[in-house]
């Protein structure tokens, strides 16, 4: 795929064509690969070093003085310690629901973090053909439900979660990747997610900028602020709710605790 970039491309509009040009890629690559029959496992490692193979040379073309975090390459750009803009990607968020045909629940991930907080993200949710971004932040859509909808992992129910699903009475719903999961509360198909199992720096960082930039809730599970490009990547619990249930959902998980 040519770029057509310019040396005009701002940082969210750089954000927003990686993420679109990306999931593009990777939508090719899994109609093709599930018309050949390949393997589950061959699907994900392929979508990885696609994904991965792109982002990096349009990183290294357009923003080459930038250092970048990301999953597929890990720690291994040690600029990030000393730079005040670093990129933190998640090529592929999701490689298990991207190699089960009909799941649409991943993610292409692209985020800067300038000076101590975010620059510019940028989330796609390819097989939807969709992208948000941290400029123009997509609106906070109304809330028309008499009881909250929470969305939560297809694998596990963090106890977090489960104790705001008891306090707020809220409905459950399940979806593969942070990214898809995330956007679920910013298209206003969910109102809150809830993690607590960890998870790395790249998994949430564009999920979060896009919805904080939006006004929706975003912080960790005592309230405090979400921080990157820390030296450890794990990050270990993340709340994104809508703005109006951030008290109820922090006092659904404290007040039980306390």
Known sequence: MSSTTTRTETDAEFASRLAIQTGQLLVEVRTKMFAEGASQWDVKDTGDAVAQDFLARELHTHRPDDAVLSEEEGQTDTRRFDSDRVWIIDPLDGTREFSEPGRDDWAVHVA??????????????????????????????????????????????PYSAALVAEGLEADAVRLGSAGAKTMAVVMGHADIYVHDGGMYQWDSAAPCAVAAAAGFHASRLDGSPLVYNERDPWLPDFIVCRPELADSVLGAIWGSSH
Do not use: H, K, Q, Y
């Open 112 to 157: 800067l973090w300038e000076n101590e907080s975010f620059g510019a993200a940028a989330v796609s949710l390819p097989a939807l053909n969709a992208v948000f971004s941290t400029d123009p932040p997509p609106p906070i859509p109304p809330m028309s439900r008499d009881r909250p909808r929470l969305v939560t992992s297809r694998t596990r129910v």
